[in-house]
């Protein structure tokens, strides 16, 4: 297959928000009102979380189909924690990003649970979202 590039526009509109285009959608970035934002949108880790479970869901449908499984519907819930001190500039003790991303999925399905668990393995191992955050990925940043 051809490789498949994406692409985003962004534009801040103050120090918290930001306003990012792609494909004729607008998506609003900010943080809450806790951490300094103006609460207008999920923030960016919020968005991790967000486009991990929409990935998990296209591939665990497409998984689901080749391998004969009705998949009726699936629910997601997902958390995890990372510590704010690295990215305020206040400790280099730990990374800034999460610690550890923890995913509940329920799928409902007419499966066994052996089927499920293999349907599992194979949805990690083709998620892409999960295969960035897993895996190093260069970022290249310019001005």
Known sequence: ???????????????????????????????????????DGPNPVEYILGALSGCLNVVGHVVAKEMGINMKGIAFELEGELDPARFMGQSKAERAGYKEIRVKIKPDADADQETLEKWLKTIEDRCPVSDNLANPTPIKLSL
Not at 8 to 36: C, H, W, Y
């Open 1 to 39: 297959m051809p490789v498949v590039k994406f692409s985003v526009k962004a534009q801040s509109e103050n120090p918290t928000k930001t306003v990012v285009e792609t494909r004729g959608f607008k998506m609003t970035i900010d943080e809450p009102a806790n951490l300094g934002g103006t609460n």
